[in-house]
């Protein structure tokens, strides 16, 4: 897929004002600091689409891009170590839980995990409950630039092994690396094969 054009849209707190839900749709979330900017940026060719941040949390708004004038890929607020006080992380997981399962034009949630450490619980139980929920996703390992492919390899596969004491059958997963571009051309060819079966 050829990306022309990406366009933010808006970022809204409130579900029930988003875009028109009349394009396909596209998610991206991870926890805090798990590079998604970078990798939203780096998918779409610029740079300064999504504000990159080394403060945890800095997200804490649904921003939809438009991007072809075709699809909308959406920047969901990173959960995890964010710094925000009780009521407010409250509030942003019923926000997410009402966008992801209740956005009828959501084609794909992309869950990002760090290909450098092992796997997390919170990243394990937000899985679990896109799965619980049948919502459909795809892993997104980032990062995989800053290991050895031997280290890389072994990494993924111990998460597979992970998933599997709870999964009879694996999810999509692209190794990505926002700084060398891999898992690129993946990610948008699987955005253009179900923006296909969208039509």
Same mark, same amino acid.
């Given at each position: 897929?050829?990306?022309k054009t990406a366009t933010?849209?808006?970022?809204?707190?409130?579900?029930?004002?988003?875009?028109?839900?009349?394009?396909?749709?596209y998610?991206?979330?991870g926890?805090?600091?798990?590079?998604k900017?970078?990798?939203?940026?780096?998918?779409?060719?610029n740079?300064?689409l999504?504000k990159?941040?080394?403060?945890?949390?800095k997200?804490?708004?649904?921003?939809?891009f438009?991007?072809?004038?075709?699809w909308?890929?959406v920047?969901?607020p990173?959960?995890g170590?964010?710094?925000r006080?009780?009521t407010e992380?409250?509030?942003?997981?019923?926000?997410?839980?009402?966008?992801?399962?209740?956005?009828r034009?959501?084609?794909?949630?992309?869950?990002?995990?760090?290909?450098?450490?092992?796997?997390?619980?919170?990243?394990?139980?937000?899985?679990?409950?896109?799965?619980?929920? *049948?919502? %459909?996703?795809? @892993?997104i390992?980032?990062?995989? /630039? $800053?290991l050895?492919?031997?280290?890389l390899?072994?990494?993924? !596969?111990?998460?597979k092994?992970r998933?599997?004491?709870?999964?009879? *059958?694996? %999810?999509t997963? @692209?190794?990505?690396s926002?700084? /060398? $571009?891999?898992?690129?051309?993946e990610?948008l060819d699987?955005? !253009?094969?179900?923006n296909?079966?969208?039509?």
């Amino acid at each position: 897929m050829l990306i022309k054009t990406a366009t933010f849209l808006q970022s809204n707190s409130n579900p029930d004002k988003l875009p028109e839900a009349n394009k396909p749709e596209y998610a991206f979330i991870g926890r805090s600091n798990v590079g998604k900017s970078s990798l939203i940026n780096m998918l779409t060719g610029n740079n300064k689409l999504a504000k990159v941040s080394g403060t945890p949390g800095k997200t804490i708004t649904i921003n939809h891009f438009i991007i072809n004038g075709e699809w909308y890929l959406v920047d969901l607020p990173g959960y995890g170590f964010a710094k925000r006080s009780l009521t407010e992380r409250e509030k942003w997981k019923k926000m997410l839980n009402t966008y992801i399962l209740g956005r009828r034009n959501l084609i794909m949630t992309f869950v990002l995990v760090d290909s450098r450490i092992e796997p997390q619980k919170i990243d394990l139980d937000f899985i679990s409950y896109l799965g619980e929920n *049948e919502v %459909p996703f795809a @892993i997104i390992f980032t990062k995989a /630039d $800053k290991l050895s492919k031997t280290k890389l390899a072994a990494n993924v !596969e111990a998460y597979k092994q992970r998933l599997l004491e709870e999964w009879k *059958e694996l %999810p999509t997963m @692209i190794i990505s690396s926002s700084e /060398d $571009k891999t898992g690129r051309d993946e990610i948008l060819d699987l955005i !253009e094969k179900y923006n296909i079966m969208f039509q």
